[in-house]
C-alpha cells in the first residue's frame, strides 16, 4: 500500500519542508461540573498557498486525513468523533474522491466527557498538508496538550453518567448590557423520539451528506423580497425632507445665483447645475457603497438581531434627536470644509464638484442625521441597499439646485426662511427619537430584558408624539425658537393630525390590535394586561398540545395560541394527536412577521384553524440566550458549526429543511415530516397580508392532510 501511495504522494524535499503546524488547544468550558460534556477546541494557521487535509475523507487510498489520538486518562473519556469546523469539501481529481481541506485556518472539535476533578488532557496530532507541488506529512511530530486549568466541581463520574443540574426557570429581568443574560434549560430532556429522523444534524465525523429541502409536488417556497423600490421612496422623501432645514434651505437661492452670474450663457448655467447635481448625487452614492463596504454581505443576521448594533443605533438616533432640538450641533471638522471650500473658488466643472462637496460638508450639522437615520434604515448586510438608499437622498437633495438653475424663474415661488425651518427640525427630532426606540425594543425581544414591552413602548410613543403635537401648537418652546404669534392653518392641521394619531395609540395600552402600528411596535403578547387575551382565556382556548411546551415561559404565541417553540418536541405532538403541523419560522425582531400576526392571524376564521385543526410550532430564529441542553448539542448539516442555542437550532431546520433563511415562512407538514403544501411567506399568490389567501393555505393543508390520511376525520 505505501508503494501504490507513493505513487500518487510528490517527493519531498527534506531541505525545503516547513515546520509542522502548531495547533493550540481550548477548552470551551474552564468551569464543567463532572459529567458535563465539554469540547476540546484545536486551531493552527494553515501558511498561504498551502492546503490542510481535515478530519473528513472517503478514500480508500488517497492523501491523510487529519487525526487526533488522546492519550488514555481516568478524568475524562471521548464522545463521539473529532469534527472539521470550516473545512471546503471537494473532488480529488487524483484520487477520485472527496476530501476535505482546511484553508488559512483550521479547526478541529473533539466532544469529551469531564470525570472528576483533575481533569487533564494531552496527545498527538497526525496529518498532511501540501503546496501546490509538494506535500507534507505530520505524523507523531505535533503534541497535543492542554496548558490552562480546569476546576470541575461535583462528585466523580464514569463514562455514560451524567451530574444533576438544576433547571433555570427565571430570567434575571435587571441585566446589563455588556453581558446579556443566558437562558439555559439543560435538565429538559426533549420529547423528540426517534432523532434518526433529525436529519438537519449531522450523524458523525465522517456523515457529509448535504441537506435535502422539502418540496411539495416539486416546488421550494418562494421568498420574500423587501422591496428597494420602498427603499429607494422612503430615500428620496427623506433627500426632500433634508431640504427643510436651516442649514440647507437658505442655500438654496444662494447657490443658484452662483451659477446665474454670467447671465449671458444660460448654457454654462445650464451645464454647471447639472453637474452640480450629479455631484451630489455621486457623492451621497460614494457614502452608501462606503457603507454597503463596511457592512458586508454577512452582517444582516448580526445588524438585524445582535443586542450590541441595535443598541448603538438606538444611541445614535437619540443623540441625532437631541441635536435636532438644538442640544447641540453635529459638524465635520472646520479644517475640512475650509479646504473644500478652497477647491471650490477653482471655477469650471473641478469647483462645481468642490462646490457640491462644500454643500455636502456645510449643510452635515442638518442633514447629518437624516443621512445616518437612512443608512442605519438600509444596513441589513445587504450590499445594494445602502447604495440605492444614498441615491434616492442623493437625488431629491440635488433635485431642487438642478431644477432652479434650469428655471431660474422659479425662485420667486419659494418661502422665504425664518422659524418655520426651526419648527421643521424639532419635529424631526422628535421623529427620530420615536424611530430610534424600535432598535432598542428588538434587542430587548431577542435578548429577553423586559425593559421595553409593548405597554412601555406605547408610553413612550404617546408621550413623544403628544409633545411633538403640543409644540406645533405653539405650547412647548426650545431656547431657540422664534416666537410664534397665530398659528396658521398648514401648522395647525399637521397639529390635529398627530393629536388624533395620539389618541388612536391610547387603546393599545389595554390591548387594542392597532393594526396600522403592527410590525412597529413589540408583540402584543409582551404587554402584561391584554383585555382580549384575557376573554381567550375565560373561553378555553387551549389549542393542540400534549404537554406543557419547553420555553413557554420565555416565548409565546400570539392571540393567546398555545403550541411549541421546538421543533422535535411539536413533530412528536403532531404524530400523537394526529393532527397537521404549522410551522412559524419567525424573529422578534422581523416586521413582517408582526404584520401578519395582527393583520391575519387575528381574524377569527384563521384562529379558529389554527388552534382546532393544527399543531402550533412557532419557531423563533433570532433567539440569542436560550441554551440547549449540553446533551443536545449537534452539529449542523448546512452550517458544518455546532449547534447550542434555540435560534441556531431554528435557524438550521429552516435552511436545510425548506432552503430558506427569511421570516416568516410558514411550512405545514404532514405525521411523515413532508410537505403538505408549498411553503409561504406574508405574500401568497403576489399578495401581500392577505387574509382570505391564507386561509386557503390553511385550510388546503387540512384537506391534503385528511387526502393522506384517510381513516381521520
Not at 249 to 266: A, E, G, N, R
Not at 274 to 291: A, D
Not at 426 to 452: M, N, P, R
Request: charged share 20%; net charge neutral; glycine share 8%.
Amino acid at each position: 500500500m505505501f508503494l501504490c501511495l507513493s505513487m500518487f504522494l510528490p517527493t519531498v524535499n527534506a531541505q525545503q519542508e516547513p515546520p509542522p503546524p502548531a495547533f493550540t488547544l481550548s477548552i470551551n468550558n474552564k468551569a464543567p461540573r463532572t459529567g458535563d460534556v465539554i469540547e476540546v477546541i484545536l486551531k493552527a494557521s494553515v501558511p498561504k498557498g498551502m492546503h490542510m487535509y481535515s478530519t473528513y475523507n472517503k478514500c480508500d487510498i488517497g492523501p491523510l486525513k487529519l487525526e487526533l489520538f488522546f492519550d488514555k486518562n481516568t478524568s475524562y473519556c471521548l464522545e463521539g468523533s473529532p469534527f472539521s469546523v470550516g473545512d471546503k469539501i471537494i473532488m480529488d481529481e487524483v484520487f477520485n474522491c472527496e476530501v476535505g481541506e482546511f484553508h488559512d485556518r483550521a479547526e478541529v472539535h473533539q466532544k469529551v466527557r469531564v470525570l472528576n476533578s483533575n481533569f487533564k488532557i494531552s496527545g498527538r496530532i497526525e496529518g498532511q498538508w501540501c503546496s501546490e507541488s509538494t506535500c507534507y506529512g505530520f505524523g507523531g511530530l505535533v503534541p497535543m496538550t492542554f496548558s490552562g486549568s480546569i476546576k470541575a466541581t461535583g462528585n466523580p463520574v464514569k463514562c455514560g453518567e451524567t451530574a444533576t443540574q438544576e433547571l433555570i426557570e427565571t430570567i434575571d429581568t435587571i441585566t446589563t448590557i455588556i453581558q446579556p443574560p443566558t437562558i439555559i434549560v439543560d435538565s429538559i430532556k426533549q420529547d423528540t423520539g426517534d432523532c434518526k429522523t433529525c436529519n438537519y444534524r449531522l450523524s458523525g465525523s465522517n456523515d457529509q451528506a448535504p441537506c435535502i429541502a422539502k418540496t411539495f409536488n416539486g416546488e421550494q417556497s418562494e421568498t420574500d423580497k423587501e422591496s428597494n423600490w420602498g427603499l429607494f421612496i422612503l430615500a428620496f422623501i427623506s433627500g426632500l425632507a433634508g431640504l427643510l432645514t436651516p442649514c440647507v434651505f437658505p442655500m438654496i437661492p444662494m447657490t443658484v445665483s452662483f451659477f446665474l452670474k454670467d447671465k449671458k450663457s444660460k448654457k454654462k448655467a445650464f451645464l454647471n447645475g447639472m453637474v452640480f447635481g450629479l455631484s451630489i448625487i455621486g457623492i451621497y452614492v460614494v457614502i452608501g457603497t462606503l457603507t454597503a463596504l463596511a457592512f458586508g454581505a454577512d452582517a444582516g443576521s448580526f445588524i438585524s438581531t445582535h443586542w450590541l448594533p441595535n443598541t448603538l443605533f438606538f444611541i445614535i438616533f437619540v443623540v441625532f434627536a437631541f441635536s435636532f432640538f438644538g442640544a447641540f450641533e453635529i459638524m465635520l471638522p472646520s479644517w475640512l470644509s475650509n479646504k473644500v471650500d478652497r477647491e471650490a473658488d477653482k471655477g469650471g466643472i473641478y469647483g462645481t464638484f468642490f462646490m457640491a462637496l462644500t454643500l455636502a460638508i456645510v449643510s452635515f450639522s442638518c442633514t447629518g442625521p437624516i443621512v445616518g437615520s437612512v443608512l442605519v434604515q438600509s444596513a441589513g448586510g445587504e450590499f445594494i441597499r445602502p447604495v440605492i438608499a444614498m441615491l434616492g437622498f442623493g437625488l431629491a437633495f440635488a433635485l431642487p439646485f438642478s431644477l432652479f438653475a434650469v428655471f431660474p424663474n422659479w425662485l420667486n415661488s419659494l418661502p422665504k426662511s425664518g422659524g418655520w425651518l426651526n419648527s421643521v427640525k424639532v419635529c424631526f427630532g422628535f421623529i427620530e427619537l420615536a424611530l430610534g426606540l424600535k432598535f432598542l425594543s428588538i434587542a430587548d425581544q431577542t435578548y429577553h430584558w423586559h425593559i421595553l414591552d409593548r405597554e412601555v413602548y406605547l408610553s413612550l410613543w404617546i408621550v413623544i408624539f403628544g409633545l411633538m403635537g403640543l409644540y406645533l401648537l405653539g405650547k412647548l418652546k426650545f431656547s431657540h425658537d422664534s416666537e410664534i404669534k397665530y398659528l396658521k392653518v398648514p401648522r395647525l392641521m399637521l397639529s390635529m393630525s398627530i393629536l388624533a394619531f395620539v389618541i388612536y395609540m391610547i387603546p393599545g395600552l389595554w390591548g387594542a390590535p392597532l393594526k396600522f402600528l403592527s410590525g412597529y411596535l413589540p408583540p402584543i403578547s409582551t404587554q402584561d394586561f391584554d383585555i382580549n387575551r384575557s376573554l381567550r382565556e375565560a373561553q378555553g382556548v387551549k389549542g393542540n398540545v400534549c404537554k406543557k411546551p419547553n420555553y413557554s415561559n420565555y416565548l409565546h404565541i400570539p392571540h393567546g395560541l398555545n403550541g411549541y417553540y421546538d421543533y422535535d418536541e411539536a413533530v412528536a405532538c403532531a404524530k400523537e394527536l394526529k393532527k397537521p403541523l404549522f410551522i412559524d419560522f419567525t424573529g422578534h425582531g422581523c416586521v413582517n412577521c408582526r404584520k401578519m400576526e395582527e393583520k391575519v392571524w387575528s381574524d377569527p376564521r384563521v384562529l379558529k384553524v389554527l388552534n382546532e385543526d393544527y399543531v402550533i410550532a412557532s419557531l423563533y430564529v433570532d433567539d440569542k440566550v436560550i441554551k440547549l441542553d449540553p446533551s443536545d448539542f449537534f452539529v449542523g448539516r448546512f452550517s458544518k458549526q455546532e449547534i447550542k442555542t434555540l435560534g441556531k437550532k431554528n435557524t438550521e431546520i429552516e435552511v436545510c429543511y425548506f432552503g430558506k433563511s427569511s421570516q416568516p415562512l410558514y411550512c405545514l407538514l404532514d405525521s411523515k415530516e413532508s410537505l403538505l403544501q408549498t411553503p409561504v411567506g406574508s405574500e401568497i399568490n403576489n399578495k401581500q397580508f392577505d387574509t382570505e389567501e391564507f386561509l386557503k393555505f390553511l385550510e388546503s393543508g387540512v384537506k391534503e392532510y385528511k387526502k393522506r390520511n384517510p381513516t381521520i376525520k
